[in-house]
């Protein structure tokens, strides 16, 4: 924008200097006229051409500024592109920023449902195990074996699982501690030592 207003400035000027000379050289053949009483050259061809340069000029000076003014329909089209641009963008954000708060409740509800819980075994329910099963197993050990369970079955997650993966899972779990709650209905023990819980 700034090279568009300075070579309108240039062209201003120059046309300024073309009237100028032309009245000087208006000015000069007058004069030299009456000096010498005759004519040398061809004044008639000097005005022609002089003619033809304002002509010319004055195409530019229009040429110029069609510039400018494409040039500031094209600066005025890019504002309007943008300052849409950026209202999408904070309508975006704004909405973006409502959403994300109450999607993040439903997932921790979620969740927490997809949690199972196991209720410990109470003492008259471990003393109706016959002692050939329990052997020498300890309330306060099956209730940890037991309330360990649901970290690995979910909601989502119910496939057995072997004595295997309860070791690398640091289970703390017992053969006794599998046949009492197998006795007890709380879990499925399969041939193959793959468990599954019921409740």
């Known amino acids: 924008m700034e090279t568009v207003d300075k070579l309108e400035a240039m062209f201003q000027k120059a046309e300024a200097g073309i009237e100028y000379v032309e009245k000087q050289l ?3 053949f007058m004069t030299n006229a009456r000096e010498a009483g005759s004519f040398e050259g061809n004044p008639a061809q000097l005005l022609e051409n002089l003619s033809c340069i304002k002509a010319r ?3 530019l000076c229009a040429q110029v500024e069609e510039i400018v003014a494409e040039q500031k329909q094209s600066m ?3 504002r309007a592109h943008l300052d849409t641009t950026v209202q999408l963008v904070q309508q975006l954000q704004n909405t973006s920023d409502t959403q994300a708060v109450p999607t993040l409740e439903p997932q921790s509800q979620a969740q ?3 949690q199972i819980v196991c ?3 109470t003492e008259g329910t471990f003393e109706t195990v016959p002692q050939s099963i329990r052997g020498n197993l300890k309330l306060d050990d099956l209730n940890t074996f037991y309330k360990q369970l649901p970290e690995y079955f979910t909601d989502k997650n119910r496939r057995p699982i072997g004595t295997q993966r309860m070791k690398e899972l640091n289970m703390n779990f017992s053969d006794s501690a599998l046949k009492t709650l197998q006795h007890l209905k709380l879990i499925e023990l399969e ?3 793959l468990v599954s819980l019921l409740s």
């Open 119 to 121: 209720e410990e075994v």
């Open 191 to 193: 041939k193959k030592g």
């Open 76 to 78: 005025d089209s890019i």
């Open 57 to 59: 000029h004055a195409a």
């Open 112 to 114: 927490s449902k997809s």
């Open 26 to 28: 208006k000015f000069d």
